[in-house]
């Protein structure tokens, strides 16, 4: 298996720092715990090994009781409370704000991931950007990127309480710091180099993550549930996910067995570390150079130097993780657009149609050299209705991705009224252009504003009602208990409706008419209708169309006699351009589909006939 070795493009202070500032900006007082919670925390440790002390020193040198009383009432109120704030910083830190910051970050990666460009998002390099991101802020706050600054903080509280024990052993004998730190050096390069290998696999296992949730995401995906049940595919469903989770299962072994054996060899330093120094202190005091009060002093003090230690250890681990996952997010976040966000070329009117050019345009998809679209010459004259036709994986919905878009030419351009499209702002570019694509893409909120996109104060009704009945759909509408206000989506909203496959297909052209763009994309938008919709939308075509230029693709070539100009693409290429009767008498392969086509419908006539 070959492993991507991707290494982090920001360093570690780069990444603290941005989240420090992400902090800030969203909550002033998460940047201030940490300095009540690291004083408090380290004194807490401090007093732990200080009361014994004074205990047994009381004891040994008969203090008077109400003197030695005191001091202890002392000592344990000011435990009580250091102990009190320890613990609500530690609340307030990680139980509370945390989340909600995690929140935070999830919001603004659902926001880049709908708003970067289309060619990034779908491109196989953009999919493992996204997917990586989704798991920098999975749901375990502890562990994912909003843990950088919260282990951070662990690690300078651990930092500090270590130089104080260290600033008490020193005194004992500095010997004893340099056996402790050795040991520890060992380990801290061990759990690095395994935090390493993790982050250089993680490609790798997001693949298998991906698949893994795409198969099991379908069984309880509502639009195929049917195709589950009728082709039997819970078997597949089945053989698959096991073998995914089989995958997933090898790969948590691998880190698993690779962290048994950082902890066994961590034991083995604890014993050989602790050991040595216990049988010191014994020693020590077999000689009478220590009290039995600081025996105890320095046996909670390297007891102690070990903790801080061992947690100094495990928070470099924390933070080398949190560190690669704040990484992965500012990766995506920071994917700048290729298309222009900036001004860009004044748009032409939206109220005439518009001329597209495309001018020796090549295209392939990433990762493959064949091209789909191969040196494409094509005017689309103003006003013009243009049916593109041609057999399954001919390039026609990838054409017109490209004139909307969507897809970049890897060669040419595609021209707007005379201007490279590359040169509108992107978003405003969108404006222009109104589609209906195959998929159906509804959302769980209202009719009206699944199909106006605005809020029911902004809805215009008026043309809410025309397009709704131009596209044939408003009837329906008006036949549901709450109407235009009926919700879809029912699996997600109250009361909401399922509607058929044609009248979605309906309601998707109602909303590429509401939108009232210069340039209209209809992507085989009869496919789920029925004949007597079909016909009534073909007798509607003009008005449909009416002041824009308009792509038609549709494999029901009687479709097109509606359109001005058909253009047929094959082999890569237009080969056959013209209106309807001038393609029928040309006799190319245009005529040859369309006689496959129309001869059911003259034998079933004539049989009729008979
Ligand atoms: N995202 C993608 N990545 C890689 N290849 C793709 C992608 N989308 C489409 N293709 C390939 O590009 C070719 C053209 O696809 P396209 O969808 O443009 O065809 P089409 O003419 O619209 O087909 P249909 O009539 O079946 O809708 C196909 O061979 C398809 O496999």
């Not at 104080?164 to 050096?185: G, Q, T, V």
């Not at 919700?487 to 590429?512: F, H, I, Y």
């Not at 509607?540 to 693409?569: G, P, Q, V």
């Amino acid at each position: 298996m070959e492993v991507s070795k991707q290494s982090a493009a920001y360093g570690f202070f780069s990444n603290l720092i941005f989240m420090i500032r992400e902090q800030w900006n969203f909550d002033k007082k998460g940047v201030f715990v940490p300095f009540v919670r690291i004083p408090s925390d380290i004194a807490v440790s401090l007093l732990g090994i200080w009361i014994p002390k004074v205990v047994l020193d009381a004891i040994a040198n008969s203090v008077p009781a109400s003197e030695f009383v005191m001091q202890l009432s002392v000592l344990t109120m000011a435990m009580m409370v250091l102990m009190y704030v320890s613990y609500y910083t530690e609340q307030s830190i990680y139980r509370n704000s945390v989340r909600i910051w995690n929140l935070h970050f999830y919001i603004r990666k659902s926001w880049k991931i709908v708003d970067m460009d289309y060619p990034q998002f779908a491109s196989p390099a953009g999919k493992t950007k996204i997917e990586r991101s989704h798991q920098a802020l999975n749901r375990n706050v502890n562990v994912n990127m909003v843990s950088i600054y919260p282990h951070f903080v662990e690690l300078l509280k651990n930092a500090f309480g270590f130089l104080s024990f260290c600033a008490l052993l020193i005194w004992l004998n500095p010997l004893i710091i340099l056996l402790l730190l050795l040991s520890y050096a060992v380990n801290v390069l061990v759990v690095l180099h395994i935090e390493k290998w993790q982050h250089q696999t993680k490609d790798e296992r997001a693949q298998i993550d991906r698949k893994l949730d795409y198969v099991v995401s379908r069984t309880s995906d509502s639009s195929i549930a049917k195709d589950i049940r009728i082709y039997n595919m819970k078997t597949w469903i089945d053989s698959m996910s096991e073998f995914f989770m089989r995958e997933q299962y090898n790969w948590q072994n691998k880190i698993a067995s690779k962290r048994y054996r950082q902890a066994l060899l961590e034991a083995l330093l604890i014993v050989v570390r602790n050991g040595g120094a216990y049988v010191y202190l014994i020693w020590k005091m077999d000689h009478h150079e220590i009290s039995i009060g600081e025996f105890v002093l320095y046996f909670g003090a390297i007891t102690g130097f070990g903790q801080w230690l061992e947690q100094i250890v495990g928070r470099i681990g924390k933070l080398s993780t949190a560190h690669y996952k704040v990484n992965d997010y500012r990766h995506l976040i920071d994917t700048t657009d290729k298309m222009r966000r900036t001004e860009g070329a004044p748009l032409p009117p939206t109220d005439e149609p518009v001329e597209i050019v495309l001018d020796n345009v090549s295209f392939h998809y990433e990762g493959s050299k064949e091209l789909i679209l191969d040196r494409i010459h094509l005017n689309i004259r103003k006003g013009e209705r243009l049916a593109i036709v041609g057999t399954n994986g001919a390039g026609k919905t990838t054409l017109v991705k490209l004139i909307c878009g969507l897809l970049e030419p890897v060669s040419g351009r595609v021209l707007l009224n005379g201007t490279d499209i590359k040169e509108f702002n992107r978003d405003e570019y969108y404006t222009l252009i109104t589609a209906v694509f195959q998929n159906v893409c509804l959302l769980p909120v209202s009719i009206a504003n699944n199909i106006t996109f605005c809020s029911d104060e902004e809805v215009d009704w008026e043309k809410l009602y025309t397009c709704t009945e131009l596209a044939g759909i408003k009837s329906k509408i008006e036949s549901l208990p709450n109407g235009f206000a009926t919700n879809l989506v029912p699996s997600v909203t109250d009361q909401g409706v399922q509607l058929s496959g044609g009248e979605n297909q309906k309601l998707l052209l109602a909303r590429a008419l509401y939108k009232d763009a210069p340039l209209i994309i209809l992507d085989e938008p009869t496919a789920a209708l029925d004949p007597i919709a079909e016909n009534q939308m073909y007798l509607k075509y003009d008005e449909l169309t009416k002041n824009k230029t308009a792509l038609f693709i549709s494999h029901r070539l009687s479709s097109t006699r509606f359109c001005d100009r058909i253009i047929l693409i094959q082999d890569k290429t237009i080969t056959e351009t013209g209106t309807h009767d001038e393609l029928m008498a040309l006799g190319g392969a245009y005529k040859e589909i369309f006689d496959i086509q129309s001869q059911y419908y003259q034998r079933n006539a004539g049989e009729e006939a008979v």
